[in-house]
């Protein structure tokens, strides 16, 4: 239940289902890392940043993630550098190291993320995404695992405005991005095992920039800002960001997710894909017939930056 006191919102778990409150930050994060990597002219640099909360809180902005620590995903089309192919046909499988997550069974994620993921398979992170903020670029992923398959994967929609998930866009120097990942699981025979839909379930544990605390509402598991601005603006004086702690285990099979939200799904065209190589030239593997995946993220694909997202095949 949700009660308002003097501008302050009450939270007010139902029994049986806790609910995290948000901590707040407030203003621009101070830059820690000038860019993580960098992919020339014309890109925006994937800068990381620490700013503290109401209660004393560092946290680590847009995420604080494992980049550098454990393999790269192999590229489908990477034009930073890396792999751009032209379509499923000029995939080598043989060439792509095959990633242990335990078990004998081998499987292949292809994946296209807006911006960026880590995958961990049955707890192990296997892979990370090379480029964390632009050009946007498309991975396949090889790995071994036993089933039951738990997939989990950390989902970070990178920011230029670090602390205020904006960036200088569409004329307005903080303009919320949006995010967004598609992805299909194949086993070694090129059946579908899994696809992205709304059967997975996904958390927000970041969510900015908040022109009002007031229009985000908790209400036991759901971290619901869709009553927040989505709006670009020249001064964000004042704009605030809720954090919530991520679990240390949330990746692991023996998590539960099962109050978490269900995953919500948007179009191709919502997320704005149509004009980016790294999905077009895949379209084939994203959206197979018969197991056409959809695009998933929290509720509030705009201003949800941090989400984790979550699925077991039996």
């Known amino acids: 239940m949700k009660y308002a006191l003097a501008g302050i919102l009450l939270i007010v778990a139902p029994i049986g289902v806790a609910a995290q409150e948000a901590t707040f930050t407030t203003g621009l994060a101070t830059e820690i890392n000038p860019g993580l990597f960098d992919c020339g002219p014309g890109t925006r640099p994937s800068a990381v940043g620490e700013i503290t909360s109401d209660d004393g809180t560092v946290w680590t902005v847009p995420a604080a993630t494992n980049y550098g620590t454990v393999p790269f995903a192999a590229d489908l089309f990477n034009e930073c550098g890396g792999d751009q192919l032209g379509s499923s046909a000029e995939i080598d499988l043989d060439s792509v190291p095959l990633m242990d997550a335990g078990g004998s069974e081998e499987f292949t994620a292809y994946i296209f993320a807006d911006n960026y993921f880590e995958l961990y398979v049955n707890g192990t992170l296997i892979a990370v995404d090379e480029v964390p903020f632009t050009k946007?670029?498309?991975?396949?992923?090889?790995?071994?695992?036993?089933?039951?398959?738990?997939?989990?994967?950390?989902?970070?929609?990178?920011?230029?405005?670090?602390?205020?998930?904006?960036?200088?866009?569409?004329?307005?120097?903080?303009?919320?991005?949006?995010?967004?990942?598609?992805?299909?699981?194949?086993?070694?025979?090129?059946?579908?095992?899994?696809?992205?839909?709304?059967?997975?379930?996904?958390?927000?544990?970041?969510?900015?920039?908040?022109?009002?605390?007031?229009?985000?509402?908790?209400?036991?598991?759901?971290?619901?800002?869709?009553?927040?601005?989505?709006?670009?603006?020249?001064?964000?004086?004042?704009?605030?960001?809720?954090?919530?702690?991520?679990?240390?285990?949330?990746?692991?099979?023996?998590?539960?997710?099962?109050?978490?939200?269900?995953?919500?799904?948007?179009?191709?065209?919502?997320?704005?894909v149509k004009n980016k190589k790294a999905f077009t030239n895949f379209e084939d593997?994203?959206?197979?017939?018969?197991?056409?995946?959809?695009?998933?993220?929290?509720?509030?694909?705009?201003?949800?930056?941090?989400?984790?997202?979550?699925?077991t095949v039996e």
């Open 136 to 272: 946007f670029n498309s991975n396949l992923v090889r790995f071994t695992a036993d089933r039951p398959v738990t997939l989990a994967i950390m989902m970070v929609d990178w920011e230029e405005n670090l602390g205020l998930g904006s960036e200088d866009n569409r004329g307005k120097a903080f303009h919320p991005g949006d995010g967004g990942l598609v992805a299909h699981i194949q086993d070694a025979k090129g059946q579908t095992v899994a696809i992205t839909d709304d059967t997975w379930r996904a958390q927000t544990f970041y969510t900015s920039p908040l022109n009002d605390r007031s229009c985000l509402v908790v209400d036991g598991p759901s971290r619901d800002s869709s009553a927040c601005s989505q709006e670009g603006v020249d001064n964000a004086t004042g704009y605030s960001a809720a954090h919530w702690t991520v679990p240390s285990d949330w990746m692991m099979p023996s998590f539960d997710d099962s109050v978490w939200p269900a995953a919500s799904t948007f179009s191709n065209d919502t997320v704005g």
């Open 285 to 311: 593997l994203f959206d197979t017939p018969g197991a056409d995946a959809d695009f998933i993220w929290s509720s509030n694909l705009v201003l949800d930056n941090l989400v984790l997202l979550r699925k």
